[in-house]
């Protein structure tokens, strides 16, 4: 079947799992990326649905993707951790988990601050070249 879909064998399994464990409401929810790589607003991915699936709860496999639909500043990085923790977390409420992931939204990558002086400055300047 994969090769005459032109697809992997393991994104076969994954399409198997999304459909056979993951809640039927929170598969309403996955659609394909548009041609700039978006996905339609209200909507999740189908990498993130496969993610969904891990979770063994259907209830809370179906909170996690309706909050990750609605809540377009959880980025992929943040909506991975937000599944993550639910998973791992059961008895911790998504909406804490997802106020978790909302109150971080500075930049993931750190930021460099200079505070040296100016010949540490040159010296600094001078390696990254």
């Not at 063994?56 to 309706?66: F, S």
């Amino acid at each position: 079947m994969a090769r005459k879909l032109g697809i992997s064998t393991a994104s076969i399994n994954q399409f198997v799992k999304v459909v056979m464990e993951l809640d039927p409401r929170a598969q309403d929810l996955v659609a394909p990326a548009d041609q700039s790589g978006k996905i339609p607003e209200g909507s999740i991915t189908g990498r993130i649905a496969y993610e969904i699936s891990h979770i063994p709860d259907k209830e809370r496999q179906w909170e996690v993707a309706q909050t990750i639909a609605q809540n377009p500043k959880l980025t992929t990085d943040r909506a991975r951790l937000l599944i993550s923790e639910a998973r791992e977390e059961p008895e911790t409420p998504v909406t804490e988990l997802t106020q978790r992931r909302l109150e971080h939204l500075e930049p993931l990558r750190p930021t460099l601050v200079m505070s040296a002086s100016e010949a540490n400055r040159k010296v600094f300047i001078e390696t990254l070249h």
